[in-house]
C-alpha cells in the first residue's frame, strides 16, 4: 500500500523500516553526515588552503615528506548536532504522485534524523506552519525524532493565520536557535518569498530567504532540501481545471486545452526552479532536489555519494 494511505502511525513505522533497511545497506560502515565537513574521525590528508584551513589540522609528517604544506581531512562528527527546518505551511499540503509534498518532506527530515543518528549527536527542529513555528531542543534518541515527525504530519491544514511567519523569517529563528556549529537541514518548497521577477526569470531580485540562509550557512553546513512535484512543473491536457493558491485560497479558471498556456507554464515554472536553485547556491547550500514522483531515499543516496566525492577533489584540480 501507498505510504500516503497508512494511518499516521504506520506511516512512521514504514518510513522507518525503509529508511534503516535502504540507507544502512547502501551507506553502511561509514560514519558520514549528509555533507562532508569538520569532524574528528582521519580520513587522509590534502593540499593546504590559505585562509580557509586551520593550521591546527597540519598534517606534519605529509607536509616534510611532500615539502608541500598538508591538513589532516576527517570524516563526519562522532557527536553532531543536527538542526532542521520543516515546512508545513499550506503549499506543501499538494501531491499527485503516491506522496504530497508535506509527506515527503516528513520522508526527509526522518532520513536527516536516521543518518545522523548515533551516540552523543542530537537532533533539533524548527517546524513552520500556518500558526507559527514550534521549536523542538536538540536531543538525541528514536522516540524524540519519532515524535517530531508525528508533529509535522498532525500540522492542521488550511487554516488562516491572522499573522503568518515566513520562510526567512523562520530560517533567521533557526540560525538564532542553533549555537553550536553543526548541520542545518532546511526542507522546503521554497516558493514563500519568490519575486515575480524570478518567477518570470528575470532574476532582479533574490528571494527573501536568501540572505537568512547565507548567513546560516556562515556557520553551519546546510544543506537545502527542495520539495517538488510534477504537475508543479508542467500542466497537463485535461480540459478546464480549477488553481487554487494554498496560501491565499485565491482561484482561477484554466483551459489546459491550450498548448501556449501550457507551455507558458512550463517556462514558467522552469524558470522558477532555476530562480530557486541559483539562490541556493548563491547562499552557500548543498542542494538536494526531491520530487513526490521519484525514489526518494535513491536521490538522497546519489547526492551523498556525490558530495563524498566532491569533497575528495582537491579544488583545482582533478582528484
Aim: charged share 30%; glycine share 10%; aromatic share 4%.
Amino acid at each position: 500500500m501507498p505510504l500516503g494511505r497508512l494511518a499516521p502511525q504506520r506511516r512512521l513505522r514504514r518510513l522507518e523500516l525503509t529508511i534503516t533497511r535502504r540507507l544502512d545497506g547502501l551507506l553502511h560502515g561509514q560514519h558520514l553526515g549528509l555533507l562532508p565537513g569538520p569532524g574528528s574521525e582521519p580520513a587522509g590528508s590534502r593540499e593546504y588552503r590559505p585562509g580557509e584551513d586551520e593550521v591546527r589540522r597540519m598534517d606534519w609528517s605529509v607536509t616534510a615528506r611532500t615539502a608541500v604544506p598538508h591538513v589532516r581531512t576527517v570524516d563526519a562528527d562522532r557527536e553532531l548536532t543536527t538542526w532542521t527546518l520543516a515546512d508545513a505551511t499550506p503549499s506543501m499540503d499538494f501531491g499527485t504522485a503516491e506522496l504530497e509534498k508535506r509527506e515527503l518532506a516528513v520522508a526527509a527530515v526522518a532520513a536527516v534524523g536516521f543518518l545522523t543518528a548515533g551516540a552523543g549527536n542530537r537532533l533539533g527542529a524548527h517546524v513552520l506552519g500556518e500558526a507559527g513555528v514550534r521549536r523542538f531542543p536538540a536531543r538525541s534518541g528514536r522516540h524524540h525524532l519519532l515524535n517530531l515527525l508525528r508533529t509535522v504530519l498532525a500540522v492542521p491544514r488550511g487554516r488562516p493565520a491572522t499573522d503568518p511567519v515566513s520562510l526567512a523569517d523562520a530560517i533567521d529563528g533557526l540560525r538564532r536557535s542553533a549555537g553550536r556549529r553543526g548541520l542545518a537541514v532546511v526542507v522546503s518548497d521554497f516558493l514563500d518569498g519568490l519575486p515575480d521577477e524570478g518567477v518570470a526569470g528575470t532574476g532582479s531580485a533574490p528571494p527573501d530567504w536568501e540572505r537568512p540562509l547565507r548567513r546560516l550557512a556562515a556557520r553551519h553546513q546546510v544543506l537545502a532540501v527542495e520539495v517538488r512535484d510534477p504537475r508543479e512543473l508542467e500542466l497537463p491536457d485535461v480540459g478546464l481545471i480549477t488553481l487554487v493558491d494554498p496560501e491565499s485560497g485565491h482561484r482561477r479558471e484554466v483551459s489546459t486545452g491550450s498548448r501556449r498556456l501550457r507551455e507558458r507554464y512550463a517556462a514558467a515554472a522552469a524558470a522558477q526552479r532555476l530562480a530557486v536553485a541559483r539562490a541556493l547556491r548563491r547562499a552557500g547550500a548543498a542542494h538536494l532536489p526531491l520530487s513526490t514522483d521519484r525514489d526518494w531515499i535513491a536521490d538522497i543516496v546519489r547526492h551523498v555519494h556525490a558530495q563524498r566525492r566532491l569533497s575528495r577533489v582537491p579544488r583545482g584540480g582533478a582528484a
